[in-house]
């Protein structure tokens, strides 16, 4: 019999802690790492040779969507692609459990839109196969997995479970409601999850439900957040995963109320408290800067608030047969409500026009994601050969060459193009080097933000881990690798509620990447059509791993899949 399954021989280990790398052998058994050291004469039924290459702990993604794709996709891509080996699930309070069978077409609409998941793709892909939560846990462990995965309470389908989703809108929980939804969240952990989730931005939110109006959970309460904390420090366990947004009677941020109620959700929940988002921006870095000294008084006055930074560089590949993201502005949400053919009519309706042009003018622009707004779309491709012209040219120049106002020279591109036009927008200011290392040199951040499984025809962010050690680390050298590996495993795992994993260390799960550094790549995005009920996506994959290991096992060589699945669903982190 071999000493061990697996030998990695002579890599270069960077082990997630930020201890200098070293050059060392890991041998692993029963999906452990069993030793870390010179292992000459040890035998193995497989030895991976590492030498000239970079091993390390496998990504902690903290920020992803993949409720539903992973029942159809065990390896969850793009995340499985680019060295996620663990993952969290129900994120931003939303989800699919608990849900009576009546609501499963529902809970799939509210998908929809604030998450743009193909409604096609989860009703052939999605297996139903559970109705309250600890079922759906059960239906977790039970898939084959090529990640670890752990999931958050979504408190979406929580209030539509207790108070139906019409009427969870229109009123407050009574407080036998809310003792049943306590109820219900103590039910869920007690069966495995980690704590529970919420987007809270209120009526004016950005992130809407199928048909345009806020989520449920926008409109929660100060008091119905404190008592969901409550429920952590009365267990000592698990992590809050919130977006919160104060705001004022016309909808504009309160920065200092929205930190000072974080800070109170932490102190009430004795427990850490993940904050959505810090995101570098170039255009105004005091943004970021101002959230980074936050996070560090914070952690100075011992009150467990992190951030999750959005740290992409990449931006959206988008048309307006799909776009949805600029949900900030009320004229902009009304024409990209319906099918493509209903967004063409609204698009050429000279009042619905007069609307947007009005908006603009008055400076109310559409910037939640996109950088300089509309103006600055870039056309990358169009489906009119008498349009080729346009290409390469942003909106803002077309309009400029033309004599039109912006709105009218997107709209009437788009209209003339069948809505095919493909447009490429730049993220706020984040494809600078120097912010993203600033967010990233904080000790209370983590690398992100993927939304894997999320915003799937025009968002790739599943790349991201491969993205940073490219663009940062090799090409920018602004970030160590130590630093890098620290961010992307053991600090998320850390912040995030995944016990045991994120470093290289004996006696841990091997959860384990191998790679070349010079040759690592994230490739071009291109249109996959592997979606369920014949539905595409957008696709970025990645050259330069060799290996990729989930629980001691190699769930990827060379950039394809291998068939093998042993991710587990971490009950409370764990497993």
């Known amino acids: 019999m071999a000493d061990y399954s697996v030998i990695i021989k002579g890599g270069m280990i960077v082990d997630g802690t930020r201890a ?22 040890s035998t193995a039924d497989k030895v991976l040779n590492a030498k000239g290459r970079i091993v390390a702990p496998g990504f902690v993604d903290l920020h992803t969507h993949y409720d539903a794709q992973i029942q159809w996709d065990p390896y969850c891509t793009l995340s499985g692609w680019h060295g996620v080996t663990s993952l969290a699930i129900g994120n931003c309070g939303f989800g699919f459990a608990p849900s009576r069978v009546e609501d499963q077409d529902r809970a799939m609409l509210s998908m929809t839109r604030n998450e743009a998941i193909p409604y096609a793709a989860m009703k052939e892909g999605m297996l139903w196969d559970w109705v309250t939560f600890p079922e759906f846990i059960a239906s977790l462990e039970r898939i084959p997995k090529g990640v670890n995965c752990l999931t958050y309470v979504p408190l979406t389908p929580l209030y539509a479970w207790v108070m139906g989703w019409e009427d969870a809108k229109k009123r407050r929980p009574t407080e036998a409601e809310m003792k049943e939804m306590v109820r219900l969240i103590h039910q869920a952990m007690d069966a495995g999850a980690c704590g529970w989730s919420a987007q809270v931005l209120g009526a004016t939110s950005v992130q809407r439900d199928y048909d345009g109006s806020p989520m449920i959970t926008d409109l929660m309460t100060e008091r119905e ?36 109620f974080f800070e109170r959700v932490a102190e009430t929940a004795k427990r850490p408290v993940l904050y959505q988002a810090v995101t570098p ?45 600029f949900d900030d502005s009320p004229a902009w949400r009304e024409v990209t409500l319906g099918t493509p053919a209903e967004r063409k009519v609204k698009m050429q309706d000279p009042e619905m026009r007069r609307r947007l042009r009005e908006e603009w003018d008055s400076g109310h622009r559409p910037t939640l994601v996109v950088q300089e707004s509309v103006g600055s779309l870039t056309v ?98 602004v970030l160590s690798l130590e630093d890098a590996h620290y961010k992307l495993s053991y600090l ?47 696709i970025e994959k990645a050259k330069g791993y060799n290996w990729i290991l989930v629980n001691g096992q190699v769930t990827f060589e060379d950039g394809e899949p291998t068939g093998a699945t042993p991710g587990r669903f971490l009950r409370h982190g764990k497993g």
Request: charged share 30%; net charge negative; with cysteine.
């Open 20 to 41: 200098p790398r070293y050059v060392s052998d890991i041998g692993i058994k029963d999906g452990i790492i069993a030793k870390i050291g010179n292992l000459k004469g």
């Open 225 to 260: 957040i404190l008592t969901f904390a409550k429920i952590l420090a009365d267990r000592d366990e698990g992590i809050i995963e919130l977006a919160y947004q104060e705001t004022g009677e016309e909808g504009r941020p309160l920065a200092e109320g929205t930190m000072n």
């Open 281 to 325: 921006n170039a255009v105004h870095p005091d943004q970021h800067r101002a959230r980074l000294r936050w996070l560090e008084s914070c952690a100075q006055r011992g009150v467990q608030v992190y951030g999750q930074g959005a740290t992409r560089k990449g931006g959206f590949d988008l048309t307006f047969e799909d776009w949805n993201l």
């Open 380 to 477: 990358q491709e169009t489906a009119n050969p008498d349009f080729e012209d346009y290409v390469g040219q942003t909106v803002q120049q077309i309009a400029d060459n033309e004599g039109k106002h912006v709105i009218d020279a997107v709209l009437d591109l788009v209209v003339a193009d069948d809505l095919k036009t493909e447009f490429r927008a730049e993220t706020q200011g984040r494809n600078v080097a120097q912010f993203t290392a600033e967010v990233l040199d904080s000790l209370y951040t983590v690398a992100g933000v993927s939304d894997g499984g999320a915003h799937v025809k025009f968002l790739t962010g599943g790349s991201y881990g491969t993205e940073l050690l490219t663009w940062l680390v090799r090409d920018e050298k």
């Open 492 to 538: 998320p795992a850390r912040f995030g509620g995944f016990k045991d994993r994120g470093a290289l260390r004996e006696g841990a799960p091997a959860d384990v990447i191998v790679y070349d550094l010079d040759k690592l790549e994230v490739c071009p995005s291109e249109v996959a059509e592997d979606l369920p009920g014949g539905e595409w996506r957008r």
